[in-house]
């Protein structure tokens, strides 16, 4: 299975302020994906990370809030702007590649609580 | 649209007893179906999933899940519980018409009691 470190694995962040999440795979992967699961509630897709492109967002979701990037195979990174407690979720990244036989693996999740 | 659900929020059980936690789906296609558990103050770890093939799916930890296309579920079980696998489970279906994303049931809480 494809190793998904996501970087911070914690954070508490002042209101207004914005985050970068990184998640970095360990082998190229075809499909990157950005979900929140907000307390106590299931995950909800963000957007998929493209490579070379710019994201796919979900409804609900803006790139003006959710900026993505995707510059390679194996690296992306979600930053949530001008945050708020609404904002305050588990950021996981998750992938997806026929060499991962259709599974769908995901990061540890990147814990933020917004103050 | 694919959807899932899942009609309990929590399941509890003792351990040593079977256990089984439900998901019924709804797809257009043929469904690819997952299931993750996540416990506390961590990731979703996958336990096992369906594609094709025989009905019964084994899976990671003693778990295995039963596809029944006639009843459109696919449910999680296990024949002896432990207190470690207290925790949440999720089911999920693939949306092939939609770039292969996830979408998710709500979750159930498995709690194992001694």
């Known amino acids: 299975s494809a190793v998904i470190s996501q970087k911070p694995s914690r954070d508490i962040c002042q209101r207004g302020t914005s985050l970068t999440i990184q998640c970095q795979v360990d082998s190229q992967v075809t499909m990157m994906f950005w979900y929140r699961q907000q307390p106590g509630q299931s995950l909800t897709l963000i957007a998929t990370a493209n490579q070379g492109s710019e994201a796919t967002y979900e409804s609900g979701f803006v790139i003006d809030k959710f900026p993505i990037s995707r510059p390679n195979l194996t690296f992306s990174t979600l930053t949530v702007s001008n945050m708020s407690p609404e904002d305050s979720s588990i950021y996981l990244c998750?992938?997806?590649?026929?060499?991962?036989?259709?599974?769908?693996?995901f990061g540890e999740g990147s814990w933020l609580t917004v103050v | 649209a694919q959807s899932v659900a899942q009609p309990e929020d929590q399941v509890n059980v003792a351990e040593g007893n079977p256990l089984t936690v439900k998901c019924t789906y709804s797809?257009?296609?043929?469904?690819?179906l997952f299931w993750y558990v996540q416990y506390p103050n961590r990731g979703l770890q996958f336990l096992l999933k369906?594609?094709?093939?025989?009905?019964l799916v084994k899976g990671s930890y003693g778990f295995e899940a039963e596809f029944n296309k006639s009843q459109t579920s696919f449910h999680l079980k296990k024949p002896s519980a432990l207190v470690s696998d207290s925790a949440l489970y999720f089911c999920?279906?693939?949306?092939?018409?939609?770039?292969?994303?996830?979408?998710f049931g709500a979750g159930t809480i498995l709690r194992v009691k001694s």
């Open positions: 999920a279906v693939r949306d092939l018409e939609y770039g292969n994303k996830l979408v």
């Open positions: 369906y594609i094709t093939g025989d009905n």
């Open positions: 797809v257009s296609g043929n469904p690819y």
């Open positions: 998750s992938v997806w590649d026929s060499l991962t036989q259709n599974t769908i693996y």
